[in-house]
């Protein structure tokens, strides 16, 4: 009796454990998904930094040619 109270009690700690561990890995996840949108962003944002300023030399160089 002893050793199945023990052994029951042992299976309830690590269920315990087990769902703690799930929650954080959850939570990790979570994390991890909001850093990669953020970082999904900056990279769109340099995109479009990178698009403007081509998009200005495009235009200045029509601008030059427009003026010979």
Do not use: C, F, G
């Not at 991890?32 to 235009?59: F, P, V």
């Amino acid at each position: 009796m002893q050793r199945r109270d023990n052994l029951r009690a042992s299976a309830d700690d690590l269920k315990d454990q087990l769902e703690a561990a799930q929650d954080a890995l959850a939570e990790a996840v979570e994390d991890l998904k909001k850093i990669e949108l953020m970082e999904e962003r900056d990279q769109e944002r340099a995109r479009h930094a990178l698009d403007a300023a081509e998009q200005d030399q495009l235009d200045e160089i029509a601008t030059q040619r427009a003026m010979r």
